[in-house]
């Protein structure tokens, strides 16, 4: 449990839940606070800071979290769809190359997509 004497190095090794917890909810406090000593005589003064840090803290984070959502949905199906297609047109290929061949078996067919790869290229280089 950290201190009031700490220094934030310590304060970081050894704070409790509790304590970041208060911590946190001190921190629009303090950016009001430091808004008013740095941007107090400055055009738009310290309320330009405190809505572009929630802007910051509260939008940006729910743009950020859709664009990856989205963008890992569409890599996700992207992958389903062409895994099924190269699925399927194994299949195919496993099919005539066994009847050509006269090596087909039933079994051939319940094997896992990584197998059917390798049966695949043991018939029709065999």
Do not use: C
Not at 10 to 19: H, L, M, R
Not at 75 to 83: D, E, V, W
């Amino acid at each position: 449990m950290a201190d009031k004497r700490d220094s934030s190095l310590v304060f970081f090794s050894k704070a409790t839940s509790n304590q970041w917890s208060y911590v946190l909810s001190l921190y629009s406090e303090v950016l009001k606070v430091r808004a008013q000593q740095t941007r107090g005589t400055k055009k738009g003064g310290p309320q330009e800071l405190i809505k572009l840090d929630n802007w910051l803290v509260n939008f940006l984070f729910l743009f950020i979290n859709h664009f990856f959502l989205s963008f890992f949905l569409l890599l996700f199906f992207s992958f389903t769809y062409t895994f099924t297609l190269l699925y399927k047109s194994l299949l195919l290929l496993l099919y005539f190359a066994a009847f050509r061949k006269g090596q087909f078996e039933n079994r051939t067919l319940l094997a896992p997509p990584y197998a059917i790869i390798n049966i695949v290229l043991l018939t029709l280089f065999n």
